[in-house]
């Protein structure tokens, strides 16, 4: 596949919106279980799961599109652009695909140590690694909370830099995602 005037390749551009709509999605649901946890019990598992279950998927759309941009190379940033904002550029994306690979893991063990096993949308259960941990539960947790927290940050800071090009710089940075 061949870039279409310096655009991602359409699978790119297809799995990054696919993945943001669900990050978003993972961003919500994390909130309500932290901060107005459901009061009626079933609810706040089936919370839990569609939490847990779409990390699973994150996960496998991060590594799917690992191979992607691994195959189809991004295009070029426009030489007229600051060397700090190719920087910038490339230490935001290297993170959020850090984090779109781990926090799904340290979630899921997470929840394997708190004694949860992960049924995948109550569907196909998912092998538990650990067994319940008293001492690495709360530490999972605290990871994958901060985690939470910068990837929030993250995607700011992707979406400021992503309306800066486009409304400030007027340059096709944010239309070879469109």
Not at 14 to 43: N, R
Not at 73 to 90: G, K, N, R, T, Y
Not at 156 to 178: E, K, N, Q, S
Request: aromatic share 10%; charged share 10%; glycine share 6%.
């Amino acid at each position: 596949m061949s870039h279409q005037a310096g655009r991602y390749v359409i699978s790119a551009r297809v799995l990054h919106w696919i993945t943001a709509a669900i990050v978003l999605s993972l961003i919500a649901a994390g909130l309500k279980m932290v901060y107005a946890e459901p009061p009626v019990e079933a609810d706040k598992l089936r919370l839990y799961n569609i939490h847990e279950s779409l990390g699973v998927v994150v996960f496998a759309l991060a590594l799917w599109r690992l191979i992607v941009r691994w195959r189809n190379p991004p295009p070029a940033l426009p030489e007229d652009i600051p060397s700090v904002f190719h920087l910038a550029a490339h230490a935001t994306h290297g993170l959020l695909y850090v984090l779109l690979l781990a926090m799904p893991v340290i979630g899921f063990l997470g929840t394997n140590a708190w004694g949860f096993p992960l049924e995948w949308f109550g569907i196909l259960p998912i092998p538990s690694p650990l067994g319940p941990d008293e001492t690495l539960a709360p530490i999972l947790s605290a990871l994958h909370w901060w985690g939470a927290f910068a990837i929030i940050l993250l995607i700011l800071a992707h979406v400021a830099g992503a309306l800066f090009h486009h409304l400030i710089r007027r340059d096709p940075v944010l239309r070879r995602m469109l």
